[in-house]
């Protein structure tokens, strides 16, 4: 037998082994202990609840197939349960995303190399597990500066919610955050009189301090002081924008508002307020920013995740080059390629 064959011989049997057993856990168990384990490395809650979803479906699929204890999963189990989730559909008959499969499959992939490393396991058998390859995308239906404005217009700041809702849009535009980091922001990671905010436990659980334009700071403070009291009426949260009961507004509540201003201004353009996320960046680029400044404006760990922003300038210049340029071949004119 040839040394490449019996490789091949030897993966094949270990794709059929259950990983020995250390702790006697059952796989509920360990998935217990994995989430504690994450809330005390200070994982975001949003990094929580998608864990612990994927792991739900995850202890279910074992169930089904009398799969009770971590170490009796193999390789060839996972690579199931990853074909299973490449081929699921979702209500509407369409195959899942290759970021949506991720939600599935990276919480079980995180679940045994921490069960290895922690020796709860002899081996990790998801090592070898295959992943999606997820493809950079550029964000779609960038807004420009005149439509943002458009959105904008469309609060009605004498409304009871109003200000809340100018304010909202403003911040998100000016500041770049994430709905979630919205959501959480708080008062005291406001200053108002230099025009900074804190970002605490952002997207990787790390803090950040960003600055905030003249503008948005009047609205927020004109809400701060002029309609916030009223909603809190006597409550004393902390969270700086609130629902009509004064209670903290929710990430998805904060989604839905941008959007429905989004949605109001009928510019043929949908989605929520990662849309002015990507209006800030692509505006500031446009406007000379340094790309590593933007990064840290976005709260992104890699360069690589801010340069998609460079692409989208790139049409931008392409689109300029092509009705500016003279050596252009012109439509309806002499000039002609021959």
């Known amino acids: 037998m040839s040394p490449q064959t019996h490789l091949q011989v030897l993966l094949a049997q270990q794709a059929t082994i259950p990983a020995q057993a250390v702790s006697g856990l059952t796989l509920a168990e360990s998935c217990d202990k994995f989430i ?22 995850f202890i279910q699929w074992c169930e089904d197939r009398d799969i009770q204890r971590p170490e009796d999963v193999t390789p060839r189990h996972l690579n199931s349960y990853r074909r299973g989730v490449f081929h699921y559909r979702n209500k509407k008959g369409e195959p899942l995303k290759h970021s949506s499969q991720m939600v599935f499959l990276t919480p079980v992939r995180s679940l045994f190399r921490w069960l290895s490393e922690q020796q709860l396991l002899a081996y990790n058998p998801a090592a070898s597990m295959d992943m999606p390859r997820i493809r950079q995308t550029l964000p779609k239906n960038i807004l420009s500066a005149k439509e943002v404005e458009a959105i904008i217009a469309e609060v009605d700041v004498t409304a009871p919610l109003g200000l809340r809702d100018r304010a909202l849009l403003e911040v998100a535009y000016s500041t770049g955050m994430r709905r979630s980091e919205l959501a959480d922001l708080n008062i005291q990671d406001v200053n108002l009189s230099s025009g900074w905010i804190l970002v605490e436990q952002g997207k990787g659980g790390k803090d950040r301090r960003i600055p905030i334009g003249e503008r948005a700071c009047l609205w927020l403070q004109k809400y701060l002081l002029d309609q916030r009291p009223y909603l809190l009426n006597g409550q004393a949260y902390d969270a700086v924008f609130v629902y009509r009961n004064g209670k903290p507004m929710s990430a998805d509540k904060i989604y839905r508002t941008t959007h429905n201003y989004i949605e109001s201004a009928k510019l043929g353009k949908h989605g929520g307020g990662h849309m002015l996320r990507h209006a800030m960046a692509t505006h500031m680029l446009e406007q000379g920013a340094d790309i590593r400044f933007i990064q840290t404006m976005l709260g992104h760990e890699q360069l690589s995740s801010t340069q998609i922003y460079t692409r989208v300038q790139d049409n931008k210049l392409k689109e300029v080059h092509s009705q500016t340029h003279p050596a252009q071949v012109k439509r309806h004119g002499v000039d002609r390629v021959l």
């Open 36 to 57: 504690a384990s994450c809330r005390l490395r200070a994982f975001s809650d949003y990094t929580l609840i998608s864990y612990q979803r994927g792991l739900k479906d």
